[in-house]
C-alpha cells in the first residue's frame, strides 16, 4: 500500500515527538514571563525583574531550538512551519527587549533627535508587536489543527498550514487597519463629515479678502475653552492662508479690557472685523447649539461684513406697480414667487434694496444714486415717461438687470399687448428683440407634474465664456428655468452682445401650447440670456444724472459704459426658484457682479445649511418596489450564484 508523503504508520511515533505539546506551553510561558519583568515590575524590583526578562527570552529561545531539532526529522514541513513561526516570537521578543531596556539601536539612538528616537522607538514596538501576535496566534491555530492528529497514523499538513494562514492573515489584517488609521490621523488633510459642519473660504469671499487694498483685522473674542471658537478660527486661520492681509486674532475678553472697550465689544462669542475706524460684527455665541446655525453660513456672513467694510453701499432699485415679480398685485398670498430670497442675496452684495414706481418717482427719472435696476417680469405697461426715465438711466450708464415672461403667464389682453410693445422699445435701445413663444425641450427638462407640460422647465448647461457664467461653465453646472421665451440678436454680428445661455440644438418653441413638437415649430440653439455692454456714446443721449433723493447714498462713480443682463425667465429668481436651485443664485450673483464691474469676485458662497429633502408619489413607488422585489432577488441572486460556482467546483 502506498503512503503518504507527509506520515505513514510506521512513523506515527515520529508525527507524535514532533507535534507534542510542551514547545507551546514553554513558549508561552517564556512571553509571560518577559511581559511581566518589563510591564508589570518597577526599577526597585531590578534583580526580579531583569531575573524574568531573561528567564523568558532563555525559554522562547529553548522552545525556538526544540522546534528546529524536532523538525530535522519526519514530517519536515510541518516541522519547519512550527519553527519558523516560533522563530517570529523569538525576534519580536528580542525586539521588544531592545525597545524597553536599551532604545532599537543602544546608545548610538541617545545622539539622535527626540523626534528621530520616538519615531524608531514607536516603529519598533510596533514591529515588535506584530511578530509576536502573528507568532502566538499563528502557532495556537496550527496547534489546534493538529490536536485530532496527534495519533493518527497520518499527518495533513495542509490543515496546520491553514490553521497557521488563518491566524497570520488576521494579524496582518488588524495590524494594516491599524496602521493605516493611525497615518490618517497624522495626515494634516482633514476632512469633516459629520452632520454639523462649519462652511469653508468660498472661491468669492477669497476674492474678496485678496483684494483687500488695507489690512482688516479679525478678532475673534472667545473663552479659551468653546467649541465654536475653535470652529472660528479654522475658517480664519483657511482664509489667512490665502489673504495675508487679513489678521487672525483671538483673545478672551476678559483679559483684554482695553480692547473689547475699543471695539465696544461687551460679550463673548463674538467675532469683530475692523478696518481703521469702522467695525462690523458677528454674534455667533459661545455654545454650539447656539452658534450651529451661524457657522454653517459663516463664509457668506464674513463675506458680506467684509464688503461694507472694503466699499460704499449701493443702492438697487426694484421696479413696482406694473405686475413685476415682486409685485404685492401679483403675488396674491403665494409666497413661493417672491422676492425675499433675492432681496437677501443682493444684500449679501452690500446692496440696500428699495422700490421704484411711479409713486417713488420713476415718472421724473431714476435716482442717480441708483447703482442697478432690477426690472422682473412686468406683465402691464409702464407709463411712458417711466419708460423714458429707465432709457435716460440706460443712456447714461446704468445697470440693468430685465428678466422677462414667455406669453404662457403674460396677460393676453390690450394691456399685455402694450407691455410688450413697450419692452420691444427698450430692448431694441439694446439691439435685442424678445420672441415670447415658450421654448421646450424632449430631452432636458425638469419633471415636476410628470407630464408633458414639465417640457417648458428646462435644464440648460450651454454657457459662454462671458464673465457673469464663468462660475456655472468652470463646474459644468446646470440651471433651471421654469417657462423662458428666447431672445434674438438684431445683429448677429455685433460683438457687444454675448448670448451667455443657450440651449441644445434639439429644443423647440412651442407655438400652440400642446408641448409637442410640431411641423412649423422651429429646432434650434435658442439665446435665452444676454450680456449686453455698450460705450455710453452708443447708447443714445446722455441726460445729467437727477438729484439725489434725500437720505440716499451718495451717487456711483461716472460710468464708462453702459451695462445690461437680459434673461427669458422671471421664476429662476422667484423664492421657489432660488431656494431649491442653488446654480440659479450663483447665476443671479455673478450676473449682478459683472453688472458692478466685479468680475473677478465671481464664485458661488459655501454653506453647510440643511436642503429640504422633496418625495414625490413616483419617487416613493420606485423605492417601494425597490425594496420589496429588489432585496429578495439580490439574495436570490447571490445565492444562485454560490450554488453555480459549488457545482462546478464539484465537478
Known sequence: MALSQQGSSPEAPVARAVIARWPLGLFVLGLLAEFVGMRLLGAADRGLRLGLVYGGLTLVALATGARFLASRREPRATGRLLAGLSLLGLLGALLAYLQNELGPLGGWLLERS??????????????????????????????????????????????????????????????????????????????????????????????????????VRAIAFFPEISEPREEVLSYLRQLHAQAPKLQVEAHDRVLVPKLARELRVAEDGVLVLARGEMRQVIQIGTEMNAARHVLRTLDSEVQKQLRKLIQPQRIAYLTVGHGELNDSKRLGGTSNRGVTLLKKLLELQNYRVLELGLADGLARDVPADAHVV??????????????????????????????????????????????????????????????GTPIASEREFVEKSFNKSDRVQLLVNRFSSHPSVATLRKNNAWVVLFGTGALRRLNPLDRQLDPVLQTRPDAFQ??????????????????????????????????????????????????????????????????????????????????????????????AETGEEDVRIQHTRASETSWFYALLFGVPGSVLGLWWLLNRRQRRGAR
Request: hydrophobic share 45%.
Open 114 to 215: 527626540t523626534e528621530s528616537r520616538e519615531r524608531l522607538e514607536l516603529s519598533t514596538l510596533v514591529l515588535a508587536s506584530i511578530l509576536l501576535a502573528a507568532s502566538v496566534l499563528s502557532l495556537s491555530l496550527a496547534e489546534l489543527a493538529l490536536a485530532p492528529m496527534r495519533h493518527a497514523p497520518e499527518l495533513e499538513h495542509r490543515r496546520v498550514q491553514a490553521g497557521a494562514r488563518s491566524g497570520l492573515l488576521l494579524v496582518l489584517t488588524v495590524a494594516i487597519s491599524g496602521l493605516l488609521a493611525f497615518a490618517g490621523g497624522k495626515a494634516r488633510a482633514p476632512a469633516d463629515f459629520s452632520y454639523f459642519k462649519t462652511s469653508r473660504p468660498s472661491v468669492a469671499t477669497l476674492s474678496v479678502a485678496r483684494g483687500l487694498s488695507q489690512p
Open 374 to 435: 432690477l426690472v422682473l417680469g412686468p406683465t402691464e405697461s409702464f407709463a411712458p415717461a417711466e419708460l423714458e426715465a429707465l432709457r435716460r438711466f440706460t443712456a447714461r450708464g446704468g445697470r440693468s438687470f430685465i428678466a422677462l415672461e414667455p406669453e404662457l403667464r403674460v396677460n393676453t389682453g390690450a394691456e399685455g399687448l402694450a407691455a410688450r410693445n413697450q419692452l420691444d422699445s427698450w430692448l431694441g435701445d439694446l439691439g435685442l428683440s424678445f420672441e
Open 510 to 603: 412651442d407655438t400652440n401650447g400642446n408641448y409637442e413638437p410640431n411641423p412649423g415649430e422651429p429646432r434650434r440653439a435658442f439665446e435665452l440670456a444676454v450680456a449686453v455692454i455698450r460705450p455710453l456714446a452708443a447708447v443714445g443721449t446722455h441726460a445729467a444724472p437727477a438729484a439725489v433723493p434725500s437720505g440716499s447714498a451718495q451717487p456711483a462713480e461716472a460710468p464708462k459704459d453702459s451695462r445690461s443682463y437680459v434673461i427669458g425667465d422671471t421664476d429662476a429668481f422667484s423664492d421657489i426658484g432660488l431656494r431649491f436651485v442653488p446654480t440659479n443664485r450663483v447665476l443671479l450673483l455673478d450676473a449682478l457682479r459683472w453688472l458692478g464691474g466685479e468680475e473677478s469676485l465671481a464664485g
